[in-house]
């Protein structure tokens, strides 16, 4: 399975700032992932982010409030824009498997906006 | 909206029985089934995947799928406290690569 490499680990951020988080995977994956994890909630799909093309988001979710870069088979960021506490949650970095769809995480980014 | 569903417990069995996690899907054509374990404060670490009906054994788990009910399961046998965890199943949807998780079965397992 991949490697997959996350930072921020944690951070405490103010409200109205943004966070950028990065992921980085020890090899080439053609589709990356961002999720978040609300306290006490399960996992839920910001967005999908392909290289070389705009990121698909999942309903709910907006570029304006979380824009995806994706400059190369093996790094991604998320943006997390204008934050308010109800921001606060894990946000999770995820490769796929290749050809089957199973799903490897990065150690995840806890976030509190206070 | 496609749903997987899962009993939220907690689940508590006594050390050394067999722990039974079910989940059920509504996206009849998903085709992959996974179930990933996240202890308190980590991210989700892949346990078991599973692709055709039956079982898939694995150590001291086991998988189960049922496409016809829509229903897969995992089964812990000879639990441990370290097994102690939130278990979540994950489903993809028909087309991509996307997962859809369910909202986690707590697992206590008690010495």
């Known amino acids: 399975s991949a490697v997959i490499s996350q930072k921020p680990s944690r951070d405490i951020c103010q409200r109205g700032t943004s966070l950028t988080i990065q992921c980085q995977v020890d090899?080439?994956?053609?589709?990356m992932f961002w999720y978040r994890q609300q306290p006490g909630q399960s996992l839920t799909l910001i967005a999908t982010?392909?290289?070389?093309?705009?990121?698909?988001?999942e309903s709910g979710f907006v570029i304006d409030k979380f824009p995806i870069s994706r400059p190369n088979l093996t790094f991604s960021t998320l943006t997390v824009s204008n934050m308010s506490p109800e921001d606060s949650s894990i946000y999770l970095c995820?490769?796929?498997?290749?050809?089957?769809?199973?799903?490897?995480f990065g150690q995840g980014t806890r976030l509190t906006v206070v | 909206q496609k749903e997987v569903e899962q009993n939220s417990g907690p689940l508590s069995v006594p050390e050394g029985a067999i722990a039974s996690l079910n989940c059920t899907y509504s996206?009849?054509?998903?085709?992959?089934f996974f179930w990933y374990r996240q202890y308190s404060g980590k991210s989700p670490e892949l346990i078991m995947s599973?692709?055709?009906?039956g079982d898939k054994e694995d150590g001291r788990f086991t998988a189960q799928l049922n496409k016809a009910s829509q229903y897969v399961s995992l089964l812990i046998r000879d639990s441990q406290p370290s097994d102690s965890a939130t278990y979540l199943c994950?489903?993809?949807?028909?087309?991509?690569?996307?997962?859809?998780f369910g909202a986690g079965t707590i697992l206590r397992v008690k010495s």
């Open positions: 994950a489903v993809n949807q028909e087309y991509g690569n996307k997962l859809v």
């Open positions: 090899s080439q994956v053609t589709m």
């Open positions: 995820s490769v796929d498997g290749g050809a089957i769809t199973e799903a490897f």
């Open positions: 996206d009849r054509g998903s085709q992959s």
């Open positions: 982010a392909n290289q070389g093309s705009e990121a698909t988001y």
């Open positions: 599973i692709y055709s009906n």
